[in-house]
């Protein structure tokens, strides 16, 4: 059994909010569970190439947009699913930050961040230590 209480998973910088993970590869369950901020005014250009998600709204507002233009709001009970790698625009609100309940599979390694610049959609890069 595995118990984890939020003051003791790391918290991680992703580039636009911060990402506490409560499983991860190295747990062995095959998906990762975070939970997810997202700062207010950033707008995420995002891709998950290896990865699945679904994510639950619990707190905030904002919407996800996908390349077409559509846009779906996001309050608390709301509920999306990234079932086909898509490239999508997670925006917050202006003024409140958006707090996200997150599912990965496969499961995250932990030192997974975004890199967000002009240049395209940012999906997860692990971060390489040099020995």
């Not at 077409?68 to 996001?74: A, E, F, H, R, V």
Request: with cysteine; glycine share 8%.
């Amino acid at each position: 059994m595995i118990i984890r209480t939020l003051d003791a998973v790391p918290s991680i910088d992703w580039g636009n909010g911060l990402s506490r993970r409560f499983l991860l590869h190295s747990d062995n369950m095959g998906y990762t569970l975070t939970e997810t901020t997202v700062r207010a005014g950033t707008t995420s250009r995002m891709e998950y190439r290896h990865h699945f998600e679904a994510c639950y709204c619990i707190a905030g507002k904002g919407e996800v947009r996908d390349l077409d233009g559509n846009s779906y709001p996001i309050r608390p009970g709301t509920m999306y699913a990234l079932d086909k790698n898509d490239p999508h625009f997670l925006i917050a609100a202006p003024d409140t930050d958006l707090r996200l309940v997150c599912v990965f599979a496969p499961a995250l390694y932990g030192d997974e961040h975004h890199s967000f610049d002009a240049n395209g959609f940012s999906t997860y890069q692990r971060r390489i230590s040099a020995a």
